[in-house]
């Protein structure tokens, strides 16, 4: 199974980005899914969390701010960011089930 992300890039403070990560495969549908986001020097953070059945979880730095939803039909999990700080810059990653990655992408938010 390959994981797609998309959707990164620059924004300004208090702006708002998708981000979208497409599954190549239809085990998509009983997977949790999660978003994670890593800065140079630190550990993964956990972002948020969505089960199979669409239940969700979310850290406590974007709680309120970030919204994570799936799209079984288009095996894919979209990650919805609103008032990004420059603190929110990082390389972004979603996960299948704990295991699989996929690439990254970057998203960089300007004071």
């Known amino acids: 199974v390959q994981l797609v992300e998309s959707g990164g890039g620059l924004v300004q403070s208090g702006g708002s980005l998708r981000l979208s990560c497409v599954a190549s495969?239809?085990?998509?549908?009983?997977?949790?899914m999660s978003w994670y986001r890593q800065t140079p020097g630190q550990s993964r953070e956990v972002l948020a969390r969505i089960g199979p059945f669409g239940m969700t979880t979310y850290g406590e730095s974007v709680k309120g701010r970030f919204t994570i939803s799936r799209d079984n039909d288009k095996n894919t999990v979209y990650l919805q960011m609103n008032n990004l700080t420059p603190e929110d810059t990082a390389l972004y990653y979603c996960n299948l089930d704990g295991w699989k990655w996929g690439q990254g992408t970057q998203v960089t938010v300007s004071s």
């Open positions: 495969e239809d085990i998509f549908d009983d997977a949790t």
